[in-house]
């Protein structure tokens, strides 16, 4: 029984502002990979961990990763894809044979828990095949009509829907754990579809639900919240203070 993680770490991160990769900026002194990676490491059933880095900075961020001594795991850094997918596409091709629960988790989720993490792949342990975690929606949610010229709407003018039953609503966060077997299966026919619909997927539960196949969603975490903006990043630093506490 061997359990790999994926980091995806090969965005760009433009939104945050800052003139680095949003993997590689330091939170409390230590870049948001590092923060993920230990984590990962500290859950204890994790057993190797790839890395996607994006294009360019494979070294950097081997660096960053290599001499850490809290990342007791074998580390391979991996050049990223274009799209989230293709990077974790790139991952998976490095998993050796040996390995068969594959967790998939996005290092702009830098303090998802030990616990949270050791409770996921558990749970794909015990037969779930694919589990992700997910918290209640508090707003409401509304679909919007894809924009079409002809209706003439002003730019900034979306046309409702729908408006799905909120209680059934869940915000997916990230580690994803799998079924290593099926999520290849996934991601082979993830890929095709990229190729002739130009779509990527922004997580790789919903590759695994395009097959037919059953995910099962168990409490996310508040720590597991993804950076993306600047806000993203001065409340993710309060709530690292408070969890040390
Ligand atoms: O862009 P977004 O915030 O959705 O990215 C989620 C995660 O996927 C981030 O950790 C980012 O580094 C990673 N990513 C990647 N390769 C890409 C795009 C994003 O590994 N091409």
């Known amino acids: 029984m061997t359990t790999l993680a994926i980091l995806t770490a090969a965005g760009s991160g433009t939104r945050l502002g800052f003139d680095l990769p949003k993997a590689l900026v330091p939170l409390r002194g230590l870049p948001l990979v590092?923060?993920?990676?230990?984590?990962?490491?500290?859950?204890?059933?994790?057993?190797?961990?790839?890395?996607?880095?994006?294009?360019?900075?494979?070294?950097?961020m081997s660096d960053v990763l290599e001499h850490d001594p809290h990342v007791s795991v074998p580390v391979v850094v991996v050049a990223g894809g274009a799209t989230r997918q293709s990077s974790v596409a790139a991952g998976l091709s490095r998993a050796r044979a040996d390995v068969d629960v594959v967790v998939v988790h996005d290092a702009a989720r830098p303090l998802a828990p030990a616990a949270m993490i050791r409770r996921i792949v558990e749970t794909v342990r015990e037969g779930h095949q694919a589990?992700?975690?997910?918290?209640?929606?508090?707003?409401?949610?509304?679909?919007?009509?894809?924009?079409?010229?002809?209706?003439?709407?002003?730019d900034g003018v979306d046309r409702v829907a729908s408006t799905p039953e909120r209680t059934l609503l869940r915000a997916v966060q990230t580690p994803q754990a799998f079924d290593r077997a099926l999520l290849v299966r996934a991601h082979v026919a993830g890929a095709a579809r990229a190729r002739t619909e130009a779509t990527a997927a922004t997580d790789d539960a919903s590759l695994v639900e395009a097959l037919g196949e059953e995910v099962f969603v168990v409490p996310g975490h508040e720590l597991a919240m993804k950076v993306t903006t600047a806000r993203d990043f001065y409340y993710i630093e309060k709530l690292l203070t408070e969890d040390a506490r």
């Open 34 to 60: 590092l923060h993920a990676a230990r984590r990962l490491t500290a859950s204890g059933v994790v057993d190797a961990l790839v890395v996607t880095a994006p294009n360019g900075l494979v070294s950097a």
């Open 131 to 154: 589990v992700i975690p997910g918290v209640p929606v508090v707003d409401t949610i509304k679909v919007v009509a894809p924009r079409d010229p002809q209706h003439g709407l002003p």
